[in-house]
Each structure stands twice: as C-alpha cells, then as structure tokens.
C-alpha cells in the first residue's frame, strides 16, 4: 500500500474545515493544517494520541509540540532512549526520534479539543494507511481511550474485547501488534493527578521491555 497521508487542504471533514479557517485568520503564522506524523516509518513503536491542540502542534506542524503533553511526552521518551537532541518546542529544534513514530487520531485541531466520532472514523483511513506502511511495527502505544479505539476500529476489532485502562496490554494477534495503553500526557491530567510522571515513565519503560523480551533481537 502506497504511504498517503492527508493533504494541507484536507476537506474531509466540514467542522474541522470552517475550525482552520477561522484559525488562518485569527493566527496566520501558525501551521494550520492536517499535522504530519513524527518520526520514520521503520519505526518499531507508533505513539497515537487524540489531535494536536491549537496553540501546540496546530502552530508548530509536529505532534505534540509546544503543548504542555509534549513537554511529558518527549522529554520521558529521551531518558528512555526513544530520541536524541534537545526538545525546543518548534518543529526544527533538532529533537529526533529513534525507533518511535507519533501521530494522532484526527490530524486537525478541533474546536474546544473535542472531537467527534465521525471524525475519528474518517481521518481513520490515515491511520490505516500509516499502520500498514510499518513493516517493523511492533508495539501500538495509545494516549486515551480516543486513540485506543481509533486502532481498534481501523484495524477491524471489537471495541468491548479490548477494555482500555492505563497500563493495559492487548495482543492484536491478526496483527503481531500489542497495543499499550496509558492515560493521555494532557496538562488536565497532570493536574489532576490521573497521570504523574512516574507513571508516564513507568508506561514507556515497560514499552522498552517489551520490545526486548516480546520481540527479542535476532
């Protein structure tokens, strides 16, 4: 399957649509647009979350940055060993990813950061697209239930065999995939003690685990 992801101009979905346009007036710097995938496609790891926020990634052009959840995410993910460089906040800092890619659910910013079932669905076909473009995935790891069941869905399985719940693990055996879930690096979260860091970091050193002890290097 050829790698497709969604163009600058994606009108797929209407209420996403009139969102960038008001955003291209209210902030014409900012990127605007369906945010690219993070990190190479031979990745090992896909890290999805649920869409980019308005003044992070909606600005920057890069998953989860200059947003409060990228300042949980990328720092965690370089003390693991997951990146290189120093994390900046813009989109050209130099922060790189190894054997991790990230992307995001529905790839425009939405309104209020809600978005809604029928854009889930539809921006799924990028999602498939980009699963089906790793051939060395091995481990899916979902920041919130949005994410977890936007896998579930794309990926053809029954939402109420898969429980999400922070910490969980769900072999996707038509796949080879596992599935890991966590609690979203949201600032909301944060402050209200669903995530801690500890816990962030627990999450992602078990991801590195897994892929010693799952998927044992030849």
């Given at each position: 399957?050829?790698?497709?992801p969604?163009?600058k101009?994606?009108?797929?979905?209407?209420?996403?649509v009139?969102?960038?346009?008001?955003?291209?007036?209210?902030?014409?710097?900012?990127?605007?647009?369906?945010v690219?995938?993070?990190?190479?496609?031979?990745?090992?790891?896909?890290?999805?979350?649920?869409?980019?926020?308005?003044?992070?990634?909606?600005?920057?052009?890069?998953?989860?940055?200059?947003?409060?959840?990228?300042?949980v995410?990328?720092?965690?993910?370089?003390?693991?060993?997951?990146?290189?460089?120093?994390?900046?906040?813009?989109?050209?800092?130099?922060?790189?990813?190894?054997?991790?890619?990230?992307?995001?659910?529905?790839?425009?910013?939405?309104?209020?950061?809600?978005?809604?079932?029928?854009?889930?669905?539809?921006?799924?076909?990028?999602?498939?697209?980009?699963?089906?473009?790793?051939?060395n995935?091995?481990?899916?790891?979902?920041?919130?239930?949005v994410?977890?069941?936007?896998?579930?869905?794309?990926?053809?399985?029954?939402?109420?065999?898969?429980?999400?719940?922070?910490?969980?693990?769900?072999?996707?055996?038509?796949?080879?995939?596992?599935?890991?879930?966590?609690?979203?690096?949201?600032?909301?979260?944060?402050?209200?003690?669903?995530?801690?860091?500890?816990?962030?970091?627990?999450?992602?050193?078990?991801?590195?685990?897994?892929l010693?002890?799952?998927?044992p290097?030849?």
């Amino acid at each position: 399957m050829t790698f497709c992801p969604p163009e600058k101009n994606c009108k797929n979905c209407p209420r996403l649509v009139d969102f960038r346009c008001e955003n291209i007036k209210k902030f014409p710097s900012y990127y605007n647009a369906p945010v690219p995938s993070f990190g190479n496609l031979d990745a090992e790891v896909l890290i999805v979350g649920l869409a980019p926020g308005l003044n992070g990634a909606n600005q920057t052009g890069r998953p989860f940055t200059n947003d409060y959840a990228g300042d949980v995410l990328y720092p965690i993910l370089k003390s693991c060993g997951f990146a290189t460089g120093n994390y900046g906040k813009i989109a050209n800092d130099g922060f790189e990813l190894k054997n991790v890619r990230i992307t995001n659910s529905v790839r425009c910013v939405p309104p209020q950061n809600k978005v809604t079932g029928y854009e889930v669905k539809t921006c799924g076909c990028f999602l498939i697209n980009e699963i089906a473009n790793m051939p060395n995935l091995k481990v899916i790891l979902t920041l919130g239930s949005v994410a977890h069941n936007a896998v579930l869905g794309v990926l053809g399985y029954k939402k109420t065999a898969f429980k999400f719940a922070h910490g969980a693990q769900h072999l996707l055996d038509k796949h080879n995939i596992i599935m890991l879930n966590s609690y979203h690096t949201s600032r909301y979260n944060i402050n209200t003690g669903v995530l801690t860091y500890e816990m962030f970091a627990n999450i992602v050193q078990n991801l590195q685990k897994m892929l010693l002890t799952a998927y044992p290097k030849k």
